[in-house]
């Protein structure tokens, strides 16, 4: 249908034309150029040009220009321009600029963007954007209010530079008029802000108009919501399109279902796109396969390339089969890449080789970019030499980073203290070092809750360091439940405790035995008693081995 009325519609400005009809002259010219017959075009807008049509003067121009003939297109722009074609304006700026001539593409650009010509106003305010002159954005944004998509994308840039929230509108505007970039980066935005679900959107959309960033981080979104397949397939285009990123998270994503042959080639692919964490992620799978030489090849290539991780990943490989002077450089480059791990196995290093001034500088690093074990370690050194406050401050930290072992050590330093607040506290940092599965704290915690008379706690504490292999736990589960009336508990809960070398639970067990008349087994725990000590219980079982072999000697 429509091409039918096209046909009608050049028949009609045909035969204006034949009878001399400027207009329709134009109109037969324009047709015939849009469609591409540029030859037969070329005669019909020449004659309404010459004939004072400003639009066959500016398409005119138009045609030229495609011919190669652009000074005789500029000539024609310029009649048309002055005539007060606006097209033809915006057309000869754009011609000027080409030529480097911008003082005259300024002020044609201008002419166009005054009689609101949207690409006009758009191409103003990019020369202006490139001298650095702050009137750009007036331009841009009187483009984009006519509807310029990339103008939208520029002004929204130029807007959140200096921190207005007013661009997320325009990348919005932008991005629904298809400007993927502008899509990307409202997804951006919206993902900062925790609205998911419209990142998610604006992120397909610009994938989908093959944005590859956008995909990927697409991916990330779809992975984190539970949708593998969702993630895979955006993260698969993203990869077959050149990004390292999402080739990475594809050998990642292999890995984790066992797929290592699919993960290293996807990790040589990133490698191959120039992502040096693929030579890191191979490194990483090598490894874990057991195969060292292969490992510390591809560690020690993304070493030399520059990764902070990678290096300290080499170092550690050198470190474990006695390389330490091979190992230093290593970390020493990678701690000076950010790498925090590698500042930590710094101290350590130096630590091994009596430096403690060198360690705790190394620590210190580590520990005030949140590691929470160099600042464990630098409690310790302050606990040791007598610095309680910065002991304190350490452990602090320690805790704050997660570190189970400094909350425990911040506990126990506080327990010492008189004052409810400091017990209270105390007991807070126990608490969190328990939960996180440390079991001198679960015990500590149970302890505290025994105080109280709170024993339901107390023995879900001590149970739980039991089970995890503490022998005080478990000695302190026993005395509870024997308390309770459940001998027959305690007593499996006594011999745990006894069999990891707990004195005080081989005597319990012995006096068990002894009652029940089984004197060769109670000699037997008295023995052990005798042998974990301490020196109480030693002593106290070293009595009543006494008695026990008197009493058996009888027997006998």
Same mark, same amino acid.
């Given at each position: 249908?429509?091409?039918?009325? =096209?046909?009608? %519609?050049?028949?009609?400005?045909?035969?204006?034309?034949?009878?001399?009809?400027?207009?329709?002259?134009?109109? %037969? $010219? *324009? !047709?015939? !150029?849009?469609?591409?017959? !540029?030859? =037969? *075009?070329?005669?019909?807008l020449r004659r309404a040009a010459a004939a004072g049509s400003r639009a066959a003067a500016n398409n005119l121009g138009v045609l030229l220009y495609r011919r190669g003939r652009a000074d005789e297109a500029a000539e024609w722009w310029r009649s048309a321009a002055v005539a007060g074609s606006a097209a033809a304006a915006h057309a000869l700026g754009g011609h000027l600029r080409e030529r480097g001539d911008d003082a005259g593409a300024e002020y044609w650009l201008r002419a166009a963007a005054e009689q609101g010509h949207e690409r006009g106003a758009f191409a103003y305010a990019d020369l202006l954007e490139h001298r650095r002159d702050v009137r750009a954005e007036r331009w841009f944004r009187r483009a984009a209010e006519g509807g310029h998509r990339e103008a939208a994308f520029r002004l929204a840039r130029t807007l959140e530079a200096r921190g207005d929230a007013d661009a997320q509108s325009w990348y919005r505007q932008a991005a629904a008029r298809g400007h993927r970039r502008a899509a990307l980066r409202l997804a951006v935005l919206l993902e900062q802000r925790g609205q998911v679900e419209q990142a998610v959107h604006w992120y397909r959309e610009a994938a989908r108009a093959g944005e590859t960033r956008a995909a990927r981080a697409l991916g990330f979104l779809l992975q984190e919501a539970g949708d593998e397949a969702g993630a895979e397939l955006w993260w698969r285009r993203?990869?077959?399109?050149?990004? &390292?990123?999402?080739?990475?998270?594809?050998?990642?994503?292999?890995? $984790?279902?066992?797929?290592?042959?699919r993960a290293e080639e996807w990790y040589k692919a990133a490698l191959d796109a120039g992502d040096i964490n693929g030579a890191f992620n191979l490194g990483l799978l090598c490894g874990s396969q057991g195969r060292a030489g292969a490992a510390e090849q591809w560690f020690r290539r993304a070493a030399y390339a520059g990764h902070g991780e990678g290096?300290?990943?080499? *170092?550690?490989? %050198?470190?474990?089969? $006695?390389?330490?002077?091979?190992?230093?450089? +290593?970390?020493?480059r990678s701690a000076e890449a950010g790498s925090v791990d590698a500042a930590f196995n710094l101290g350590i290093l130096h630590m091994a080789r009596g430096e403690e001034a060198k360690a705790e500088e190394w620590y210190a690093q580590a520990a005030d970019a949140g590691h929470g074990e160099a600042a464990h370690q630098l409690g310790l050194i302050a606990e040791r030499e007598g610095r309680v406050e910065d002991a304190e401050r350490r452990y602090r930290q320690a805790a704050a980073a997660g570190s189970a072992e400094g909350a425990f050590r911040l506990g126990a330093l506080l327990d010492g203290r008189e004052g409810q607040r400091a017990e209270m506290e105390a007991e807070r940092f126990y608490?969190?070092? *328990? =939960?996180? $599965?440390?079991?001198?704290?679960?015990?500590?915690?149970?302890? %505290?809750?025994?105080?109280? &008379?709170?024993?339901?706690?107390?023995?879900? +504490?001590?149970r739980r360091a039991a089970e995890a292999g503490s022998a005080v736990g478990a000695f302190n589960l026993g005395l509870l439940l024997a308390r309770g009336g459940n001998e027959r508990e305690a007593a499996l809960w006594y011999t745990a405790a006894a069999e990891k070398g707990h004195g005080r639970a081989a005597l319990r067990m012995a006096l068990l035995a002894g009652r029940q008349g089984d004197l060769p087994r109670a000699e037997q725990w008295c023995v052990r008693a005798t042998d974990a000590g301490p020196a109480e219980v030693a002593e106290r079982a070293g009595r009543l081995l006494e008695v026990l072999r008197a009493e058996i000697t009888r027997s006998a």
């Open positions: 249908m429509a091409a039918r009325e =096209e046909e009608a %519609l050049q028949a009609r400005y045909r035969a204006g034309a034949e009878r001399g009809d400027r207009h329709a002259t134009s109109m %037969l $010219g *324009a !047709l015939l !150029l849009r469609r591409g017959r !540029l030859e =037969e *075009a070329e005669p019909h993203a990869a077959e399109a050149g990004d &390292g990123n999402a080739a990475n998270a594809l050998g990642a994503l292999c890995a $984790g279902r066992g797929d290592d042959e290096a300290n990943a080499l *170092a550690v490989l %050198l470190m474990q089969r $006695g390389d330490s002077a091979g190992a230093e450089p +290593w970390f020493s608490r969190q070092a *328990a =939960e996180a $599965g440390h079991d001198r704290a679960q015990v500590r915690v149970g302890v %505290l809750a025994a105080r109280r &008379g709170d024993e339901r706690a107390a023995e879900g +504490w001590y």
